[in-house]
């Protein structure tokens, strides 16, 4: 197999990831519906799905349009920040239990999670976000992909913990 179709085999990995987190996020969504829980930031959520969806793609169409050679050692080392930033994901999903969502859904009377990975950092998923997005492109040098991802979700993910913080100050 060429780096270009292991590469794709990578990224198809990840997207069923994604699918399997958005199987949780959505049971977990109506678990806390149910409980009166109420969704905050709705107006960025179809933003944060493209620019997902959009890493996937470009990081595919970059590989397989610009054909890069890639470092060995950039490519598995990258492969490894992949590795852990999905252990990380699961990691904080596992954590935060029925509580977690690709959603800011806020359920009255529920507690602060303040174990696991949320004890050493406020937001370790979105560190994984960001290593993910990062590392994922360059495991097969799709640096531009990288590169826009990344600028994009920086801003991004300023609106998202400014929504996340004012969400979590009600359940104080």
Not at 24 to 35: G, T
Not at 63 to 79: E, G, K, N, S
Not at 109 to 135: F, I, K, M, Q, S
């Amino acid at each position: 197999m060429n780096s270009v179709a292991a590469f794709t085999v990578l990224v198809l990995a990840v997207g069923l990831e994604r699918v399997a987190e958005l199987a949780v996020s959505r049971r977990n969504a109506a678990f806390s519906m149910a409980r009166g829980g109420t969704e905050c930031g709705r107006g960025h959520y179809p933003f944060m799905v493209a620019l997902h969806t959009g890493l996937l793609a470009g990081a595919l169409v970059e590989a397989w349009t610009r054909r890069p050679d890639t470092a060995a050692l950039l490519a598995w080392a990258m492969f490894a920040l992949v590795v852990a930033a999905q252990a990380l994901r699961w990691w904080c999903i596992a954590t935060l239990g029925r509580q977690w969502n690709t959603r800011v859904i806020v359920v009255p009377g529920a507690a602060r999670v303040t174990g696991g990975p949320y004890r050493l950092l406020p937001h370790p998923n979105y560190v994984a976000v960001v290593v993910e997005g990062l590392a994922l492109p360059l495991v097969h040098s799709a640096w531009v992909t990288a590169v826009v991802f990344t600028t994009l979700n920086g801003f991004l993910l300023v609106t998202r913990v400014r929504t996340e913080d004012a969400a979590l100050t009600r359940l104080a």
